[in-house]
Structure formats: C-alpha cells, structure tokens
C-alpha cells in the first residue's frame, strides 16, 4: 500500500520563546526545530504498517527551506521518498491554506493512506488532517490509537475523554490523525542516514501547486499567559525550598 | 441573517456532555456583546427530553437535529446533517464545545464553508470587534484571534473556560430539523464505545498526589518521585508522555485522555503543563509545582513554585517529608 505521512517541524520543545517586534509571532531565526511529536507517532505507524502490508512511505512536509532536516530524518527512518512544499512563509498560510497546499500535493499520488499528528505542539488547532480529508473527499478519523488494514478498509482504535475508546472502520483511501503513544519511535540507523542520501526528495512551492492563500482567522497579537494564581515561589537552595515547602503544607495547607 | 451565534450541543445517549453548557455561556456572552440572538442546536436521536430542558434557557431557537443516523455519531453523517442546518440558519458564529467529538467533527464542517475553525478557545473580547483567545506552543504563549473571510466563523470552547452555571434561564422555542441523509452518506462504522482496564487505580480518591512528567528524563529516575510518595503517603501519578514511554502504567494518567483529579495537594514534578494535563488537575485545592523552566505553563496554576533541578529538589523533600512525619507521630 502507499502511505503519505505529513510531517511539520516545530521548535524544540524547551525552547525559550520569545515575542517578535510586530508581536504577532515568535523570533524563530535562531531556535532550533524538531518533527512535531504527534507527527513523529504517525511516521513510525506509516513505517510499521509498510512492513507488514508492503508499499511506500512518502513523507510530506510544507515548511521553510530548513524543514528539510526534518524530512532527512523521516527518510533515515525509512521513508522511501519525500515532498518538500517549501515556502520560508509557511506559518501565514493558515490551516485552512495550508491543507489545500497539501491535499494538491497528495493528490496525483494517489495514496491509500494518508496519516498526519494529531495535532501540532505549536499552533495546535489540531485540523490539518481533516481539513486534507475533506478537501480530497476522503473519510477521517482522528485521535487514533490503533490501526488495522483490512480488505479494502482499515479499522481504527480512536480515543475517547476520560479513558474511554471506540472502534471504527471505514473504506480506503482515509485520512488518519495519529496520537502520541499509539507506538514505539525508533530511532534512525547509521545505515539508514546514510542510505536517506540517496533518496528522492522533491522540491514543489505554491506557485507549481497553483494553490493561492485563503481569507481565514488571523493572530492579531501574542503575548505570556497571565498567571490565574497568586504563586508563592520558595527560594533558596533545594534543600531550603524543600525545607519550607514541607512547612507550607504542614501551617498553610494543613496537608501533611 | 447573519445575526445568530449557533450553539451546537454534544450529547450521547440522552446524557449531555457537560462542556455543552459552558459552551452555550460562552455563545451567549458572545451574542449578548455583539447584539446578536443565540440558537442550539442538538444533533442525535430521541432526544425531546434534552430539547424541552434546554428550551427554559435564554435563547431564540432549540434545533433538534433529528434522524435515526445521527444515534450514533460519525463524522460523515453528522457533518452533512449540521451543514444542512447551518446554510438554513445562516449564523455569524458556529460554537462547539472542545471536546474529542468536536476535534473529529469541526474542522470537516469549517472545511465546507471555506473556513477554518479556531479551536480550543479559553476567552472571548469583543472589543473592536470579537476577538477569541486561544494557547500556542502547549500553552507558554497566548493569541488573540480574529476571525477573517465571509461568515459562518467557527469556534470550539475548551473545557473550563467558561461556567456552564452562568447560563441564562429563559425560554425558547423548540423547531425540529430533519436533516436529508442516508445511509449510503456515512462512510465510518462506529462500533460501541469501550474502557480498558479502568479502576485499577483510582486517583480521584487521593488526598495527597505526587505527579511526574517528562522532566523525570528515563524511567530509572522514576524511583525519586515514588520515594516521595511513599514519604507524604500520596499516590502517584504521570502525564501522558510518562505513561506513553510505558515508565508508568496507563492507569495513572492525569488529563483529559485520564483521570481527573481534584486531591488537597497536588505536587507536579517536572511537568511543563500542557492544557491536555491541566485540565485533568487544575480542581486541586492547592497545586505544587517543581520546575527548572521559570516559564513553564504550570506555575500559572501553582500555589506553591520551587524553580530548581527536580533532581535536587525531590530527594531534599523526601528528606524533610520524613523527619516532619516522624516529629508528627
């Protein structure tokens, strides 16, 4: 079967941030990126269900020209080859754009399956995915924790709140959003590095996709969250802030 | 007409999911501040019973969404049934509750009318026109979003943001909606919803509860915060990544894919705070937190912060846990 993954590169995750001049986004000249987590989940699920159901694996990513470390490291996986929608202004497409800019990518390839994070550990609108499936006509489920291909069909473990989890199954080609933990991430071979080099790794932009942006919500301002709490925070060293931590629950809290 | 801010409903089985009603106080806030009329809608079966409560609330329309399809939902058959209504009503704002339905749901239906759906909003401000407030980068940074392009814009209300008790009394007038669907509409088959392996551990009964996240580093260091568990006699709890990475077992997952929890003391060591994890605890009495990012989400819920390398911090605590306790007895 031919899966695409659709993967995003995202600042690492103890990144400090900081708010640009405009205000309207971070400074990210200088932080360092990693593949989004839940990105990285459905990668290791399209890689595991090549191996037993055979296929292809193609990564696909819309990000600047540095995404494609991100894709490298799909490839050095296991991915067999890659589509890159570069664009140094990807965060002003919206989710909106940016899933057409996908889906017209997706769709010459005709997949079987297609399987994307649940969500970015950026933005986190969390709708990419679905907003692809409905643009190419496809059937979804999100939040998935397991996957099944069947004859024809695949079914799916999605979950539900609070521990509870429901199976569905639906036709292919489908669209899968993948949630952490579904798996277990493997890590890139030496073998693996060095045979990605060899791999096809396509360079397409708006323009040839002929997608053009879309009118949709915009961020007006960013700023630090405001602290709901009165926090006291306990200073010293670890031992003193031990030390009255451990008297505040006794005098205060009345918890120990 | 664009003059309505819909308010759709989740329910299953006859049973509201709670978020709904915090949800319909988000839309009538919404509506009372731009000068528009408030709508729901509630798509499912055999569901007069909700309707005829939902009428002695302050809005214009009850929607009952009606058809033998929609008992169980399925993203096909519930997107087609609520586009339908949508392009009847013609509302300025779609409001969902955040939850996992939604998640499915909303952004296939947003799709449809060529928007995109700003989802897991905390706030709304309406001055200059509406402006929703959602969390970036797992909730280090706030933003104010604007909505842009032709209406309907579509909203979804994250757990907690708003009190569902605030919701205006009033009455409103019932109409059903028998939406054109069959059978051959609905690609996904659903099958019934199950638990796994619940109640091994039930946290919501702990008075004291040491919590770990990802700053733990390796399940070898997992030792440390057991440790001080056993010391102040508190069960022990993880995020999901803990959990996820099999260092801890599913069963002491806090956040909204776990247990919620609402302990006297919640300790939360080395956990950054994502949303998904806040809301499983932010009900606790008082909130602990030890951390070495200043920055991280989780001191916006503490009483009580301590910046500082857990790896220091925690054995320094089991210490002074112990020799309080053996003074106390």
Same mark, same amino acid.
């Given at each position: 079967m031919k899966i695409i993954v659709s993967i995003k590169e995202v600042p690492v995750r103890d990144s400090q941030l900081r708010i640009d @001049? /405009? /205000?309207?986004?971070?400074? !990210?000249?200088d932080l360092s990126y990693e593949m989004n987590e839940p990105d990285a989940y459905a990668l290791e699920e399209a890689l595991q269900l090549k191996e037993k159901h055979g296929g292809e694996v193609i990564a696909l990513c819309a990000g600047r020209e540095g995404a494609a470390r991100i894709i490298r490291e799909a490839l050095a996986k296991g991915a067999d080859r890659a589509l890159h929608i570069e !664009?140094?202004?990807?965060? @002003?497409?919206g989710t909106l754009g940016l899933a057409h800019l996908l889906a017209k990518a997706v769709e010459p390839e005709k997949p079987d399956l297609i399987l994307t994070g649940l969500q970015s550990d950026d933005l986190g609108y969390g709708q990419t995915g679905v907003a692809m499936a409905e643009i190419l006509g496809l059937p979804h489920a999100t939040i998935v924790m397991a996957a099944e291909v069947l004859n024809g069909s695949i079914r799916v473990k999605r979950e539900l709140e609070s521990g509870w989890f429901q199976n569905i199954e639906m036709p292919l080609p489908a669209v899968l959003t993948i949630q952490s933990g579904i798996n277990k991430l493997r890590y890139a071979t030496l073998m693996g590095i060095k045979k990605a080099k060899s791999k096809e790794l396509k360079r397409l932009t708006a323009g040839e996709l002929g997608v053009a942006a879309l009118s949709t919500a915009t961020i007006e301002r960013i700023y630090p969250p405001q602290r709901v709490k009165q926090t006291q925070m306990l200073e010293g060293s670890a031992r003193e802030a031990a030390a009255k931590l451990i008297e505040k629950l006794r005098f205060e809290v009345r918890a120990l | 007409m664009s003059d309505t801010v819909l308010v759709i409903m989740e329910q299953r089985d006859g049973a509201w999911n709670r978020m709904s009603f915090e949800t319909l106080a988000a839309g009538q806030r919404l509506a009372s501040e731009l000068g528009l009329a408030v709508s729901a809608a509630i798509p499912g079966q055999g569901i007069d019973g909700l309707a005829k409560e939902l #009428?002695?609330?302050?809005?214009e329309r009850v929607y $009952? $969404?009606?058809?033998? +399809?929609?008992h169980d939902y399925t993203a096909d058959g519930f997107a087609k049934a609520l586009e339908q209504l949508i392009r009847k009503v013609q509302p300025a704002f779609v409001v969902f509750p955040h939850t996992y339905q939604v998640r499915d749901l909303a952004p296939k239906l947003a799709t449809r009318f060529n928007q995109a759906l700003i989802s897991d909003v905390t706030g709304i401000r309406t001055e200059g026109g509406p402006i929703f407030v959602r969390q970036l980068f797992q909730g280090k940074l706030n933003a104010d979003v604007k909505p842009g392009g032709p209406a309907p814009w579509f909203v979804s209300i994250q757990a907690g943001a708003f009190n569902g008790e605030q919701v205006e009394a009033g009455s409103a007038e019932v109409e059903k909606f028998i939406p054109n669907l069959s059978a051959a509409d609905i690609r996904q088959r659903p099958e019934a919803p199950f638990r796994e @392996? @619940? /109640? #091994?551990? !039930? +946290?919501?009964?702990?008075?004291i509860i040491v919590s770990v996240g990802r700053g733990i580093k390796e399940k070898d260091n997992i030792g440390i915060v057991e440790e001080l568990a056993k010391a102040l006699g508190a069960e022990l709890a993880a995020t999901r990544p803990v959990c996820d990475s099999g260092w801890l077992p599913i069963e002491r997952q806090v956040g909204s894919s776990g247990q919620t929890v609402s302990p006297k003391v919640y300790i939360a060591v080395g956990i950054s705070g994502a949303i998904q994890h806040l809301l499983g605890m932010k009900g606790s009495k008082t909130i602990v937190a030890i951390n070495k990012d200043a920055n991280a989400p989780i001191f916006e819920v503490a009483d009580y912060g301590i910046v500082g390398d857990l790896f220091e911090v925690v054995p320094a605590l089991v210490k002074e846990a112990e020799s309080a306790m053996a003074a106390h007895v």
């Open positions: @001049s /405009g /205000g309207r986004w971070i400074e !990210d000249g !664009d140094e202004q990807i965060s @002003s497409w | #009428a002695t609330r302050k809005m $009952v $969404v009606e058809h033998e +399809l929609l @392996s @619940s /109640g #091994a551990v !039930d +946290l919501t009964a702990a008075e």
